[in-house]
């Protein structure tokens, strides 16, 4: 079999778990057996490009004509049997879709975020929940707000490829969910339950690690991840002796600097590279997933879980699936997106073991490579032989 994984990276400059992902079913499926040809893109290309070319990346959210020339090169050159999307923003661009249709070639896609239905991805504008554009075919409270990257241009073009793609999603052969309500998600936006599957992410096993003590929050520093709302459980909770290390950066890094500043039970670790991120995790005990938006299925609570990590998370997105919140032995705590429930989730955590006792084995039956890869091969075994 033989698998062409298309991405647009993002940015180095902000972390991604999607990124992450990525380069995890990449490496999991060559070991596998499956020939992987990467079509990958990096957002990070484009600071390099000449200005005439930067300015030919106005367009290229809606088609990216260069883009579906070298692709459609690949695909002549290389015959794959499936091509598999995950983030075509900006560079390759939702064309790749009919691409890859036009050369024979039938496409998954794993969804990542709310993209096809909402320019930032988020579901979150301002602080709040925004479902403004749900449904609309031209997405103009997005452009009007400047949801994509802050621009009213940018948003415009971004409201064009929303608008000239919806039939182009619809035309995708497989919508891979991580959670079955992303599953739900796809429904609500149109595409027939018959071309979904779900299958959560994995992460790599790195065997148990020893506990260490205390919170890890790894993020970036921004509203929807609810950085500020952990600081105000924090300042809450009961935890005599414990640290909270706070990894990450972006525009809310004076708060947490200033936090860290005034208590001596709050670290401020800055952005990490992968191998000082491990050793984040090995340091503490549990992992807190505060965010204030539908966070889909955040790649540092599997980590957590792998690691043999607790998880404190709010009821948001897929962070409580990930805890086992509900289930007979859970993982970690869900709690409602305030200080006081975060704090005396913290506190829950804290004094009992058996959360992270129960994360490895939550780890291992749902989110390690064996389980995920095996429900990933069977999706494509079973969109190859027609079903």
């Given at each position: 079999?033989?698998?062409?994984?298309?991405?647009?990276r993002?940015?180095s400059?902000q972390?991604?778990?999607?990124?992450?992902?990525?380069?995890?079913?990449?490496?999991?499926?060559?070991?596998?057996?499956?020939?992987v040809?990467?079509?990958?893109?990096?957002?990070?290309?484009?600071?390099a490009?000449?200005l005439h070319?930067?300015?030919?990346?106005?367009?290229?959210?809606?088609?990216?004509a260069?883009t579906?020339?070298?692709?459609?090169?690949?695909?002549?050159?290389?015959?794959p049997?499936?091509?598999?999307?995950?983030?075509?923003?900006?560079?390759?661009?939702?064309?790749?879709?009919?691409?890859?249709?036009?050369?024979?070639?039938?496409?998954?896609?794993?969804?990542h975020?709310?993209?096809?239905?909402?320019?930032?991805?988020?579901?979150?504008?301002?602080?709040?929940?925004?479902?403004?554009?749900?449904g609309?075919?031209?997405?103009?409270?997005g452009v009007?707000?400047?949801?994509?990257?802050?621009?009213r241009?940018?948003?415009?073009?971004?409201?064009?490829?929303?608008g000239?793609h919806?039939?182009?999603?619809?035309?995708?052969?497989?919508?891979?969910?991580?959670?079955?309500?992303?599953?739900?998600?796809?429904?609500?936006?149109?595409?027939?339950?018959?071309?979904?599957?779900?299958?959560?992410?994995a992460?790599?096993?790195?065997?148990?690690v020893?506990l260490g003590?205390?919170?890890?929050f790894?993020?970036?520093?921004?509203?929807?991840k609810?950085?500020?709302?952990?600081?105000?459980?924090?300042?809450?909770a009961?935890?005599?002796?414990?640290?909270?290390?706070?990894?990450?950066?972006g525009?809310?890094?004076?708060?947490?600097?200033?936090?860290?500043?005034?208590?001596?039970?709050?670290?401020?670790?800055?952005?990490?590279?992968?191998?000082?991120?491990?050793?984040?995790?090995?340091?503490?005990?549990?992992?807190?997933?505060?965010?204030?938006?539908?966070?889909?299925?955040?790649?540092?609570g599997?980590?957590?879980?792998a690691s043999?990590?607790?998880v404190?998370?709010?009821?948001?997105?897929?962070?409580?699936?990930?805890?086992?919140?509900?289930?007979?032995?859970?993982?970690?705590?869900?709690?409602?997106?305030?200080?006081?429930?975060?704090?005396?989730g913290?506190?829950?955590?804290?004094?009992?073991?058996?959360?992270a006792?129960?994360?490895?084995?939550?780890?291992?039956?749902?989110?390690?490579?064996?389980?995920?890869?095996?429900r990933?091969?069977?999706?494509?075994?079973?969109?190859?032989?027609?079903?």
């Open positions: 079999m033989k698998i062409v994984i298309a991405h647009n993002y940015s400059a972390p991604s778990g999607e990124n992450v992902i990525v380069d995890y079913e990449i490496g999991a499926l060559a070991d596998a057996g499956v020939e040809v990467r079509f990958l893109r990096s957002s990070d290309e484009i600071g490009l000449p070319e930067k300015a030919a990346l106005v367009a290229s959210p809606v088609h990216a260069g579906q020339r070298e692709l459609a090169a690949l695909l002549e050159r290389e015959r049997d499936l091509l598999h999307l995950h983030n075509p923003y900006p560079l390759l661009s939702p064309s790749v879709v009919r691409t890859a249709h036009r050369h024979g070639v039938k496409v998954v896609q794993t969804i975020n709310y993209r096809h239905d909402c320019m930032n991805g988020l579901y979150f504008r301002d602080g709040h929940d925004c479902r403004d554009c749900h609309r075919r031209w997405n103009g409270p009007a707000h400047a949801c994509y990257r802050g621009s241009a940018q948003s415009a073009v971004m409201a064009v490829a929303l000239a919806q039939g182009t999603w619809r035309s995708v052969d497989r919508f891979v969910a991580l959670t079955d309500a992303m599953a739900e998600y796809l429904e609500g936006i149109g595409i027939e339950p018959g071309r979904i599957r779900v299958k959560p992410n992460v790599a096993d790195p065997g148990p020893p003590e205390g919170f890890l790894g993020a970036r520093l921004v509203p929807e609810g950085v500020d709302l952990l600081l105000e459980a924090w300042r809450l009961d935890l005599p002796g414990a640290t909270l290390r706070v990894a990450g950066d525009p809310l890094r004076p708060l947490v600097e200033t936090a860290a500043a005034e208590r001596d039970d709050i670290v401020y670790l800055g952005q990490l590279d992968p191998a000082e991120r491990d050793a984040a995790l090995a340091a503490s005990a549990a992992v807190v997933i505060p965010s204030v938006w539908q966070d889909i299925l955040p790649t540092t599997i980590e957590a879980l043999g990590r607790a404190v998370a709010t009821r948001m997105g897929g962070a409580p699936f990930i805890a086992g919140d509900g289930t007979a032995a859970p993982a970690g705590v869900a709690v409602d997106p305030e200080p006081a429930a975060l704090a005396r913290l506190e829950a955590v804290a004094k009992d073991p058996s959360f006792a129960n994360a490895r084995a939550r780890y291992e039956s749902v989110f390690a490579p064996a389980v995920t890869l095996k990933l091969i069977a999706i494509y075994e079973e969109l190859l032989a027609g079903g």
